[in-house]
T-cell receptor, first 111, second 114 residues
């Protein structure tokens, strides 16, 4: 990808379990964002974390950011079958007004 | 947030032809972006389209292949020229929200080249 990698590439869990996805990026950033994509459709914005923040919560989502390691994680707690989707991180490189995406994690939540 | 409409949503195209994708936004935005997503892959930025200036292309993408227009603050087009099967992808239009930090996406245009 243009900016970074995500792992795992694919994750399969049972409903009710937690899902953790990791994102690594290459350059200094202003912000990091997470998106969800259902079945090749448009992307839905989930959460944004700024480079001076370390952790952020939104509902069942928890995002962490470690700028020293150039990495972020997305935790989805108490997963549901409806969470089945691909998840991507996106970063805007410092001083660049554009956004680059990681390679994505395909999450399958089994009912 | 911004509501973004893309046309066509899906098309099957003949090899060697060109197709223009339209992107309409419900509010005025400065920055628009075009991405390509090949099957099973992540999104790759093609170019940034700002009103009143030439589009800025990423490495590996050229204007002759992907000409872009940005006639006003709510509309842009991307043309995929002289298509080959390798151009079969989802093409996504996105805009930077006026708060500056979030980008929003259209539903994408799914092109299959045969």
């Amino acid at each position: 990808s243009q900016q970074g990698e995500e792992d795992p590439q694919a994750l399969s869990i049972q409903e009710g379990e937690n899902a953790t996805m990791n994102c690594s990026y290459k350059t200094s950033i202003n912000n990091l964002q997470w998106y969800r994509q259902n079945s090749g459709r448009g992307l839905v914005h989930l959460i944004l974390i700024r480079s001076n923040e370390r952790e952020k919560h939104s509902g069942r989502l928890r995002v962490t950011l470690d700028t020293s390691k150039k990495s972020s994680s997305l935790l989805i707690t108490a997963s549901r079958a409806a969470d089945t989707a691909s998840y991507f991180c996106a970063t805007d490189r410092y001083n660049f007004n554009k956004f680059y995406f990681g390679s994505g994690t395909k999450l399958n939540v089994k009912p | 947030s911004a509501v973004i409409s893309q046309k066509p949503s899906r098309d099957i195209c003949q090899r060697g032809t060109s197709l223009t994708i339209q992107c309409q936004v419900d509010s005025q935005v400065t920055m628009m972006f075009w991405y390509r997503q090949q099957p099973g892959q992540s999104l790759t930025l093609i170019a940034t389209a700002n009103q009143g200036s030439e589009a800025t292309y990423e490495s590996g993408f050229v204007i002759d292949k992907f000409p872009i227009s940005r006639p006003n603050l709510t509309f842009s087009t991307l043309t995929v020229s002289n298509m080959s099967p390798e151009d079969s992808s989802i093409y996504l239009c996105s805009v930077r929200g006026n708060s500056g930090n979030t980008i929003y996406f259209g539903e994408g245009s799914w092109l299959t080249v045969v």
